[in-house]
């Protein structure tokens, strides 16, 4: 048998198609014009033959049937052309030699091209099947049914399970040598996240049609950087329909649109600074940046709130947030810090302790007690102070905060935030002679998240809107 591959990438190129189609023999559904299951599948392969780009039985329902389901698969295998790839779905996991058994009847017995398999073993788990040459693993990564999450989305230090796997697979498992992740349509942000851990995966898309998945979030989130990688699976919605030949064309009519429209859309797309993808990401992660519809502190309705606050249960993003404020600061020229109560007194206490400068922060009002401080810190008049805050809307706040700093005769002609909402606040601050510098904007947050398929297009576009042109 030729290089998995290889047969893959060649067959991709012949048949112009990224349709994987699933051959499941679902108990009574069976066509009632076909005497058996053999009968029926191997139809169903004559008609989709054309289209495909890879054929995926589940070996599930051929062992439910016994002997008869074993000679089922063993007939189906023999009728799909050879130059079609074919992958068991037999999510196998175990260890040593019973691990090495399930190797050998995939590829020794039905001589299948690849398998997919079940890592909650670990490495162990995958090394008795990575051994045979020129077979191909696709690695269960974030499936596509319902409970997935109880298991997956399972968080360690801010990295979800599934996100370990992809890293794993993409830095030890697999470094250097291809190999295949399956993960669900049904949640196209995680395939973002997978897709940017694992550069070099290929991707088995169950969860299209039936379970929901949309094709066009899904290649935009899961396409490589060369175009491909994206094996969408299509089952019950093939081999059940009216007419398996017209239903597995218009699907790979359907899946060739959508590529062609991601490609475009990446073309046309800002060009892509890392440390924005990466800031956007962990503070979408960390549940800092929120879409729907929020009501603000004006009264004003907002399709997106930003929350800083999250951070100081987040000690990771909040170190990285801290890392963005020291790239801002480091041209600057000042002598303290003066953090705004209350979201961005945690942030300039990680941002002093990371640069080792002095932090001071004005209080909302004069204490009527003690020393009846107005700003708590040590300084000095005549010192230079940059004001930190979490973000800008309007400069109204900023402005405010600086009066009583510049009654006790600090210098303040800098402002950093983390985030400009881009409503007015850089234009209000310059008329007052302050200048804003800020790590990131609202809408190219917005462009970061979209562009790493952890934001639906509708819901950028409702910020967009909301931002105004350009």
């Known amino acids: 048998m030729p290089d998995f591959w290889t047969q893959l990438a060649a067959r991709i190129q012949a048949a112009d198609s990224r349709l994987c189609v699933g051959l499941d023999p679902h108990p009574g559904q069976r066509p009632a014009a076909y005497r058996d299951d053999a009968a029926f599948l191997t139809a169903v392969v004559r008609a989709t033959a054309p289209y495909a780009a890879a054929y995926k039985p589940n070996i599930a329902f051929f062992e439910a049937q016994g002997a008869e389901g074993h000679r089922v698969l063993t007939e189906l295998l023999a009728s799909i052309p050879p130059e079609i790839p074919v992958i068991l779905d037999a999510k196998r996991a175990d260890i040593a030699s019973t691990a090495a058994a399930y190797a050998r009847a995939a590829f020794d017995v039905l001589d299948v091209g690849a398998v997919t398999v079940n890592p909650y073993l670990g490495a162990d788990g995958l090394t008795p099947f990575a051994e045979h040459q020129g077979?191909?693993?696709?690695?269960?990564?974030?499936?596509?049914?319902?409970?997935?999450?109880?298991?997956?989305?399972?968080?360690?230090?801010?990295?979800?399970?599934?996100?370990?796997?992809?890293?794993?697979?993409?830095?030890?498992?697999?470094?250097?040598?291809p190999y295949g992740l399956v993960a669900g349509a049904t949640y196209p942000a995680a395939m973002g996240e997978i897709r940017r851990a694992a550069p070099d995966a290929w991707l088995l898309v169950p969860g299209v049609g039936a379970q929901g998945g949309e094709i066009e979030e899904t290649l935009a989130a899961g396409l490589r950087a060369d175009g491909e990688g994206v094996l969408i699976n299509a089952s019950r919605g093939i081999c059940y329909a009216q007419d398996p030949a017209a239903a597995a064309q218009e699907l790979r009519a359907h899946i060739n649109a959508a590529r062609e429209a991601a490609l475009a859309a990446r073309q046309a797309a800002p060009p892509c600074d890392p440390r924005v993808d990466d800031l956007a990401r962990a503070l979408f992660q960390a549940d800092c940046v929120r879409f729907g519809e929020f009501r603000l502190h004006s009264g004003a309705l907002s399709p997106v709130y930003i929350d800083l606050r999250r951070l100081v249960s987040q000690p990771a993003a909040l170190e990285r947030v801290a890392a963005?404020?020291?790239?801002?600061?480091?041209?600057?020229?000042?002598?303290?810090?003066?953090?705004?109560?209350?979201?961005?007194?945690?942030?300039?206490?990680?941002?002093?302790?990371?640069?080792?400068?002095?932090?001071?922060?004005?209080?909302?009002?004069?204490?009527?007690?003690?020393?009846?401080?107005?700003?708590?810190?040590?300084?000095?008049?005549?010192?230079?102070?940059?004001?930190?805050?979490?973000?800008?809307?309007?400069?109204g706040s900023k402005l405010e905060a600086l009066a009583p700093l510049r009654d006790e005769g600090l210098i303040v002609e800098d402002v950093v935030v983390l985030l400009d909402r881009e409503q007015g606040g850089r234009q209000d601050l310059a008329a007052h002679g302050i200048r804003l510098h800020a790590a990131l904007t609202l809408r190219g947050v917005t462009q970061s998240l979209e562009r790493q398929g952890l934001l639906p297009a509708d819901q950028a576009r409702r910020v967009y809107d909301y931002l105004g042109a350009p």
């Open 135 to 177: 077979r191909g693993l696709f690695v269960l990564c974030r499936t596509s049914n319902p409970s997935a999450g109880e298991l997956q989305d399972w968080d360690h230090h801010g990295t979800p399970l599934y996100l370990h796997v992809a890293r794993l697979a993409q830095e030890r498992w697999f470094a250097g040598r």
């Open 324 to 395: 963005a404020y020291a790239d801002l600061l480091a041209p600057l020229t000042y002598d303290r810090i003066a953090a705004l109560p209350f979201a961005a007194l945690p942030i300039g206490t990680a941002v002093s302790l990371q640069l080792g400068r002095p932090l001071i922060y004005p209080r909302p009002a004069r204490k009527d007690y003690g020393t009846g401080q107005l700003i708590e810190g040590a300084y000095a008049a005549g010192e230079r102070c940059v004001i930190l805050d979490d973000l800008i809307t309007t400069g």
